[in-house]
C-alpha cells in the first residue's frame, strides 16, 4: 500500500540527525521535523517562503545555496535509509 512508506521507520543519517534528532522516525516525521528547524532558524526566504536558505547544519543535508522546498525533499530522502 502506497500510504505505508510514509509510517515505516526510517533510519537518518548523523547529517539529518544534527537538525532533527535521532531516528529511527517515519518519513512523516522526518519531513515535519525538518520544516520545525527551518521555521525555528528562519530559513525561508523573506520574499519566496518557497525557498529554503540553508545555515550549516540544513546545509550539510541539502546542500548549502538556497533550495526550493519542493527539491529539499528529495535532498532529505537521500539521507534515510
Known sequence: MAGNALQKPVTVS???ENVIGKGPMTRAQVTSKVWDYIKANG???SKDKR???PDDKL???IGTSQISMFKMTAAVSKHLS
Open 14 to 16: 548523523p547529517q539529518l
Open 59 to 61: 546545509g550539510a543535508v
Open 51 to 53: 525557498q529554503i536558505n
Open 43 to 45: 530559513l525561508q526566504d
